[in-house]
């Protein structure tokens, strides 16, 4: 079975505060991929990353970043975390090296609360 | 470019009674369709999946889903929901092309009363 973990189930942060969220693949997929989870708005896509040291704007990259060193990790990163960042992360992964329209597997999320 | 429209936000249903989740998708050919479901707490995981062949497409847990290109639409059927069924159900449209992501909507809550 594909298994995707993050670093963090619960993450309480500071405004201000630079914070990291981990993803990790087991399965040497070639396309990771971080959304942020809101009531009422579904899953919106952060950032994609579909090889490694590559990256790709999604639909609301703005105020994060990302880190694709290896493979099997992509790394999402919040410079000066705010308030309207609380949110639930979630991480994906999918296998098909030549196109993203490959089902995508998730880990558990990691709900993130910026005070 | 795609998007996907899941007009019902709650649904609530009785345990033992049929089930049918509502999605439309917009795009100008045959896209690549998924459903997902999220249990409280936890990631998504793949309900089932219509890339080609047959419309009717049969699924994890009991679910199956129809595709109607006349309708733009692939809704999700259970005829007999168990109340570990109460969760939330994304579905998710992608070009198959493969040059953009997956686009989710935006769910539909269900809950199962007894």
């Known amino acids: 079975d594909v298994k995707v973990t993050q670093s963090s189930r619960y993450l309480v942060k500071r405004t201000g505060e630079k914070v990291f969220l981990e993803c990790v693949q087991d399965?040497?997929?070639?396309?990771m991929f971080w959304y942020r989870q809101d009531p009422g708005l579904g899953l919106r896509l952060i950032y994609f990353s579909y090889d490694v040291k590559m990256k790709e704007k999604g639909d609301i990259p703005e105020g994060y970043s990302v880190s694709r060193e290896k493979k099997e990790r992509f790394s999402l990163i919040l410079e000066s975390a705010s308030t309207n960042q609380t949110s639930m992360y979630l991480c994906?992964?999918?296998?098909?090296?030549?196109?993203?329209?490959?089902?995508?597997?998730f880990g558990p999320g990691t709900r993130l609360t910026v005070l | 470019a795609q998007s996907v429209t899941q007009p019902d936000i709650h649904i609530t249903v009785s345990e033992g009674a049929s089930l049918e989740l509502r999605c439309n998708y917009s795009y100008g050919a045959t896209p690549y369709l998924f459903w997902y479901v999220q249990s409280p707490g936890q990631g998504l995981q793949l309900l089932l999946k219509y890339f080609s062949g047959d419309t009717l497409v049969q699924g994890i847990k009991g679910f199956e889903a129809e595709f109607k290109r006349s309708q733009s639409s692939f809704n999700l059927r259970k005829p007999s929901v168990h109340w570990s069924d109460a969760a939330e159900y994304f579905c998710a449209v992608v070009t198959p092309s493969g040059n953009t992501p997956l686009v989710f909507g935006k769910g539909t809550r269900l809950s199962v009363i007894a």
């Open positions: 994906a992964s999918s296998s098909d090296p030549h196109t993203r329209a490959d089902t995508q597997y």
């Open positions: 399965m040497d997929h070639e396309n």
